[in-house]
């Protein structure tokens, strides 16, 4: 087996725990060396991990489990992850990299592609191999998703930054349990984490759910906000925003959702109060499902909407809480 | 004397972007040119960064085609000191990796620095990855996704980067370059002024030649990546809208949701 089939995931660890995003690669990766014969190797750096969770990564498909664990990996610091990660890259030769498109992979990929002159496609939604060639087909959104591009890299590494959500993750694969150590390279860096600021407050995990329950103008008021945070909390969803309602200073940015906020691609996406304009529709129209409620029956979130519902918020989603009770 | 250099794109509005409803492809006749939206922040605070320490010169550079002048000059209306193009057929077709060595090489040309900004992403790209390629190429550290900034002088910074579970405060010694968030300013509009210096601003045109790139690091040959197809998806359509806000109709919606295993 050549290398040049060796897919290498770029693991991440929320804290010691492996972030979901790593598991779906994981499966997504084990897809794709069915139609390459190639094997999944993954990587997962961090501090203190949870070894425990390397059993999932066997069953979601994983062949080889690196881990790569020192206290200078607690915090993303951009310059030992990086010195680390191209370490290991080089030792392990894959073909293809492929790493969450999360804060961290986007952060970090950038930077690897250059060094290792890889062609690196960002944010991709579908990936495939290519028949004849065995090149990795990777899929992605662009221009708000109005157009979808397909992209290749023929000559060189391979690598991807991958949506999270996307890719199911499989339980059902049962792996030789191959996991081994990667010594930590140590040197100075002029990036210095002081904190890492993880409250409930700040927790907006757009990205990574499955779920969004977003407020607009119609809410009228940031007290009002309570009725989206409260059919949230009952659906286990994230809360976002359109940028009306940040501009107001009703929520804080990291939960507007559209073009100069998070694109977000949930399978639930539901729109209270927001009229839908353009640069709101391209940061959620790639969710499963929409629903929306809105005063205005001209509203254009109902032109994207699957479930539209013309009346007042107000007396809708409480009683839809009440409902899921 | 310090400097600020900020790298901008511009990008097709997409907020103005429509799809032929026939043969469902992008209709780009027509369709005005803006600065990338992020970028508008990048070039905001590069003037902060002027306002703040005085004695210092700041650039906007953008590599595209010879209208891309536009952009430059709107950004020189707000306040910026200089504009550069990076313009040349030899240009054409890069992707990231090519484009942020371009990019690197003239600021290389430019001369010293003291912090690089560019906005998180662009609009019509979507990819964030230009601007991190840059420091790399320039061997500096990037810090993305900056939402605010605590300390900022010549040679230190503290600053916050946003992450979808909190955000980090970090401290960087030496240059660097940033992506930055909305959050962190509110754009200036230009001034009577600004108008005025962005007519008679003169903007140097920079090619291959004049940034002496290796050729086989830029345009269509120098680039890792191909483009191998390029489709819209089949639009989404509104489903069913129905009016009320009593009992009955909340139902409905319940209703939709556990058909579809929602929730």
New interface residues.
């Given amino acids: 087996m050549s290398t040049k089939n060796k897919i290498l995931i770029i693991g991440e660890c929320?804290e010691s725990s492996i972030h979901h995003v790593t598991f779906e690669l994981v499966s997504e990766g084990a897809e794709l060396s069915k139609k390459n014969n190639g094997e999944v190797v993954v990587l997962v750096p961090g501090y203190k991990i949870d070894t425990a969770q390397t059993e999932g990564l066997f069953k979601a498909g994983a062949d080889k489990v690196i881990l790569l664990d020192h206290e200078k990996l607690q915090?993303?610091n951009?310059?030992h992850y990086l010195r680390n990660i191209a370490a290991v890259i080089n030792e392990e030769e894959p073909g293809i990299v492929l790493a969450g498109a999360?804060?961290q992979g986007?952060?970090l990929?950038?930077?690897l592609?250059?060094?290792m002159?890889?062609?690196?496609?960002?944010?991709c939604t579908e990936l495939d191999i290519e028949e004849g060639t065995g090149l990795l087909?990777q899929t992605r959104?662009?221009?708000?998703?109005?157009?979808?591009?397909?992209?290749?890299?023929?000559?060189?590494l391979q690598m991807s930054t991958v949506r999270p959500k996307v890719f199911k993750v499989e339980t059902g694969y049962s792996k030789e349990k191959n996991i081994t150590k990667f010594t930590y390279i140590d040197g100075d860096?002029?990036?210095?984490?002081?904190?890492?600021?993880?409250?409930i407050e700040?927790?907006?995990?757009?990205?990574?759910s499955d779920?969004i329950v977003s407020g607009g103008r119609g809410l009228g008021d940031k007290a009002n906000f309570k009725v989206v945070f409260d059919l949230a909390a009952k659906?286990n969803a994230a809360v976002g925003a359109s940028r009306a309602a940040v501009d107001a200073g009703w929520i804080?940015?990291?939960h507007?959702v559209g073009?100069?906020?998070t694109?977000v691609m949930p399978?639930?996406y539901i729109a209270l109060g927001i009229s839908g304009?353009?640069?709101h529709q391209?940061g959620m129209?790639s969710a499963d499902?929409?629903?929306a409620v809105n005063k205005d029956?001209n509203a254009p979130i109902?032109?994207?909407?699957?479930?539209?519902?013309?009346?007042?918020l107000f007396?809708?989603a409480p009683?839809?809480t009440e409902?899921?009770g | 004397m310090k400097r600020v250099v900020v790298f901008i794109k511009q990008v097709?509005d997409?907020?103005e972007?429509k799809?032929d409803p026939v043969t469902n492809t992008?209709i780009r006749e027509g369709v005005p040119s803006i600065i990338n939206?992020?970028d508008m922040y990048a070039i905001e605070e590069a003037l902060k960064i002027k306002d703040k320490w005085g004695d210092t010169e700041t650039v906007v550079m953008t590599m595209g085609p010879p209208q891309a002048d536009a952009a430059l000059r709107e950004a020189i209306s707000m306040g910026i000191d200089k504009g550069i193009l990076l313009s040349d057929k030899k240009f054409a077709a890069s992707?990231?990796?090519a484009t942020?060595?371009i990019l690197s090489k003239a600021v290389e040309k430019l001369g010293d620095f003291d912090v690089l900004i560019a906005g998180k992403q662009a609009?019509?790209?979507?990819?964030?990855?230009?601007?991190?390629?840059v420091?790399?190429?320039l061997k500096?550290?990037?810090?993305?996704?900056v939402?605010k900034i605590d300390e900022l002088e010549p040679g230190h910074a503290?600053v916050e980067?946003?992450?979808?579970?909190?955000?980090?405060?970090?401290?960087?010694?030496?240059k660097?370059l940033m992506t930055v968030?909305?959050?962190l300013n509110e754009p200036r509009i230009p001034s009577f002024r600004g108008k005025m210096a962005a007519k008679k601003a003169e903007i140097p045109v920079w090619g291959a030649d004049d940034l002496n790139t290796d050729e086989a690091n830029i345009g269509f040959t120098g680039?890792?990546?191909?483009?191998?197809?390029?489709?819209?998806?089949p639009p989404?359509?509104?489903?069913?809208?129905?009016?009320?806000?009593?009992?009955e109709?909340?139902?409905g919606?319940?209703k939709?949701?556990k058909e579809?295993h929602?929730?």
Wanted: proline residues 6%.
């Fill in positions: 929320r915090q993303l951009d310059v999360t804060p986007r952060s990929m950038p930077k592609a250059i060094t002159k890889a062609g690196l496609t960002a944010d087909l959104p662009a221009f708000g998703g109005n157009l979808m591009a397909t992209i290749k890299t023929p000559k060189h860096s002029p990036l210095k984490i002081i904190e890492a600021v993880r409250s700040e927790m907006v995990n757009l990205a990574d779920i659906l804080s940015y990291a507007q073009q100069t906020g694109t399978k639930l304009a353009i640069q391209v129209k499902y929409i629903i029956s109902f032109n994207v909407a699957d479930y539209g519902i013309v009346g007042d007396e809708i009683k839809l409902l899921l | 097709p997409t907020a972007l799809i992008m939206p992020f992707d990231t990796w942020s060595y609009t019509d790209g979507d990819t964030a990855q230009v601007g991190p390629g420091a790399t190429w500096i550290p990037s810090v993305t996704y939402r503290k980067r946003m992450r979808s579970e909190g955000f980090d405060i970090i401290e960087v010694k030496g660097f968030l909305k959050e680039s890792p990546t191909r483009v191998v197809k390029a489709f819209t998806p989404k359509k509104g489903g069913i809208k129905v009016e009320g806000d009593d009992l109709t909340v139902k919606v319940f939709f949701i579809n929602l929730a």
